[in-house]
């Protein structure tokens, strides 16, 4: 079983050691029987999207958003027209602001996006707590999705405020989209979360679906049963790990925890 | 009225100096400032300088502190008077604490130079209060992201306060740094001559950065640190600097070869290498001749808890502290583990990050740094400790290939429980590759297990 990766900027989608999940993609489709074949697509080039399976969309910096939606507009029609038919997306971060409707910079000036996702997302000034610095909030991140359990990191630029989308998750602890108990984005097949650690590489078993879902897609059934992954043991290890660190932050304030 | 205000608040500065000599607890190099900023706004705008004073300013991710200390000793090798900040000391409170410490009753700041090191956040407001002559930038690269967010935000502040007339000496090898610039006047460049030639062979999960000027991927022709080598840019052309200081080393002689002179060093790793560039920029801006150069190169001393040796029973234990959440500082201290060739134990500590609240998990930055250079087989065993971190680190080695079997886990960050775990080991030389806040508690336990040998 072959399934297409299009791995879109890697040298500009790669602000939180975001190539960490196409190390653990690619072991986790080894393990479930799948051959990954990943395609680096760079400023110039074109998805070859009748024969892509996925496309992976690392974080970036916000300065980066403006070229890099120019660059994709490119094929805009192509990747709209991709994902009207199904075709799957996971992106990270930052990159909600290129795929959804438009980013508004602190002081108002706005940057369109491609308005694949029907999202906005609006620079962080956070004035009131929690927060470090006024442009960033950074913490751990623990989401329920389907009936699995996603724990992460989280370096949130921007709110995120849906619209005629659904969220892929929700949040058990931190800030997801907006400090509103929503985490990420789903449109059709297009995932939007926010988390890094990477995400992968922390939640193989969201990895697992993911790909279990594309090869359905394909009308190719594959187990989910991640038996022949050597990090496995790792991962959830460091979910029972991170879990108990998340817990002891429970009495800050101004943080979400539903757990 | 000001002027009245401002001798007040360096009064106070000045008795609360006196007093943190004798009050237990309280920081010397902080609370004058801190105290003096409250009673008057904008208090470092006040002080007065000579004529004929130099006003240093230096900022950036990383190599500000060495680079400081190093601009700091050359200064004083060259027979001037200096004022300079203390260790860490480099955001309004420190800065404010240093001038007060170096200026008389009448807020005269009596030395032939003034260099600062200034947080890169604080840049901004640091040159409204005082206008440097020469601002020096180390580089501008992924940075405490819980606090930083990304580069863009720093180059954003760095611009801002770089709008002026002043000398900038930047690295022609760092993008961001580099392009600080543009449409400047006066502008010198800095770099570390590299071999294209022995640049590891690229696999299909490498990656580069972006540019700060186009957004399009940057191309090294070699990388001497992370992210920091001679680069070009394949969309808008931004490449490094030609004009540039370039030094060379000479690993064999321990020394560095900067325009056909040879000045001998102490320290050969690539991040040194860069901060002996800057200072060679530095030198050259200044009119400092080659001998003072190599007399205060002599007489530099690096801050203790960076780089290192301790003896714990046989073992040799090689202490290099990284900033997390800072890939360049990690990718620096695996760079000098590899380069020794010996069989090694690596022991990675990368912790949680409690700098600012909420304190978290994140190590996804580990991602960012080439780990394959461990994999030339002297590594004969890979140690995983801390409380909470300790599997995801496992499995960052695991997916750059190493073999489970070689990768032993520890989840503590307790010390002792990571030299009973050498002990298992005939290996002598280790590696620890940690956050600086261990250092102490690794200094106790070596202690305590010095004396239960005895």
């Known amino acids: 079983m072959m399934l297409n990766i299009a791995w879109v900027y890697p040298d500009i989608l790669n602000l939180h050691g975001d190539r960490g999940n196409i190390m653990a993609l690619s072991k986790i489709a080894e393990a479930m029987g799948i051959e990954a074949n990943i395609t680096k697509i760079n400023y110039g080039d074109t998805i070859d999207f009748d024969n892509t399976d996925l496309i992976f969309m690392g974080a970036g910096q916000l300065r980066d958003v403006t070229h890099v939606v120019k660059n994709m507009s490119a094929w805009e029609d192509n990747i709209k027209d991709y994902v009207e038919k199904g075709g799957y997306v996971l992106a990270i971060g930052s990159t909600g602001c290129v795929l959804g409707k438009k980013l508004t910079i602190e002081g108002g000036d706005t940057v369109d996006g491609l308005g694949v996702l029907d999202i906005t997302a609006k620079e962080l000034c956070r004035t009131k707590m929690p927060y470090v610095t006024k442009e960033v909030y950074g913490d751990d991140i623990w989401w329920n999705y389907k009936d699995m359990e996603i724990l992460g990191n989280q370096i949130q630029r921007v709110d995120y405020t849906l619209g005629d989308v659904k969220p892929l998750g929700e949040v058990m602890y931190g800030y997801g989209n907006n400090l509103g108990g929503q985490e990420g984005a789903r449109y059709n097949n297009v995932l939007l979360t926010n988390t890094v650690g990477p995400l992968l590489s922390s939640n193989p078993w969201f990895g697992a679906d993911l790909l279990s879902e594309i090869m359905e897609s394909k009308g190719e059934k594959v187990s989910t049963d991640l038996e022949k992954l050597e990090f496995l043991d790792y991962a959830k290890e460091a979910a029972v790990l991170r879990k108990k660190f998340i817990k002891e932050k429970f009495k800050l304030p101004g943080i979400i925890h539903k757990a | ?112 130079y003034v260099v600062l090191e200034v947080d890169e956040r604080y840049l901004p407001i640091m040159t409204k209060l005082i206008a440097p002559h020469v601002i020096l930038v180390t580089n501008v690269l992924k940075d405490q992201s819980q606090r930083n967010g990304e580069p863009g935000v720093i180059m954003t502040k760095l611009k801002a306060a770089i709008d002026g007339d002043m000398h900038l000496i930047l690295n022609a090898h760092e993008p961001n740094s580099g392009s600080l610039g543009f449409n400047k006047d006066s502008v010198s460049y800095y770099g570390v001559a590299g071999d294209s030639t022995v640049a590891m062979e690229s696999i299909a999960t490498d990656v580069s950065c972006s540019c700060p000027v186009c957004g399009d991927s940057i191309h090294f022709e070699y990388e001497n640190l992370f992210n920091i080598g001679k680069y070009s840019c394949k969309g808008c052309g931004l490449k490094s600097e030609e004009s540039a200081t370039i030094i060379a080393a000479d690993a064999e002689n321990t020394a560095f070869i900067c325009d056909g002179t040879s000045y001998k060093v102490k320290y050969i790793s690539k991040d040194f290498m860069y901060c002996y560039a800057s200072l060679m920029a530095f030198a050259k801006h200044e009119g400092i001749d080659s001998l003072t150069i190599q007399k205060s190169i002599n007489d530099f001393k690096i801050q203790s808890g960076r780089v290192e040796q301790m003896k714990a029973g046989d073992k040799t234990i090689n202490y290099l502290r990284i900033k997390q959440e800072t890939p360049v500082t990690l990718q620096s201290a695996i760079d000098v583990a590899t380069a020794d060739k010996s069989e090694k134990i690596v022991v990675l500590d990368l912790s949680e990050i409690v700098d600012f609240s909420p304190k978290y998990t994140g190590m996804y930055y580990a991602y960012d740094c080439n780990f394959r250079k461990f994999m030339d087989g002297s590594v004969v065993k890979y140690i995983c400790m801390s409380k909470t971190v300790c599997y995801d680190v496992a499995t960052r080695l695991y997916l750059e290939g190493v073999d489970k079997k070689d990768i032993t886990v520890i989840p503590t960050d307790d010390y002792d429980v990571l030299l009973a775990e050498l002990e298992k080991y005939d290996t002598k030389t280790v590696y620890l590759l940690t956050w600086m806040h261990s250092y102490y508690s690794c200094l106790a336990s070596i202690e305590k297990y010095q004396k239960k040998e005895v």
């Not at chain 2, 009050?23 to 006040?46: C, D, E, H, Q």
């Not at chain 2, 990383?62 to 001037?80: D, V």
């Not at chain 2, 404010?96 to 009753?105: K, V």
């Open chain 2, 1 to 112: 009225m000001k002027r009245i205000q401002f001798l007040f608040a360096l009064l106070v500065g000045k008795i609360i100096m006196g007093l943190t000599k004798i009050i237990p607890g309280v920081s010397g190099t902080t609370w004058p400032g801190g105290i003096a900023n409250i009673l008057m706004k904008r208090f470092p705008k006040y002080f007065k300088f000579g004529d004929n004073t130099r006003i240093v300013m230096v900022t950036g991710t990383s190599g500000k502190t060495t680079t400081t200390g190093m601009l700091a000793q050359l200064i004083k090798s060259w027979g001037k008077t200096i004022c300079t900040n203390d260790i860490g000391a480099n955001m309004d409170r420190g800065i404010a604490t240093t001038l007060i410490r170096n200026s008389t009753m009448g807020g005269r700041v009596k030395a032939d």
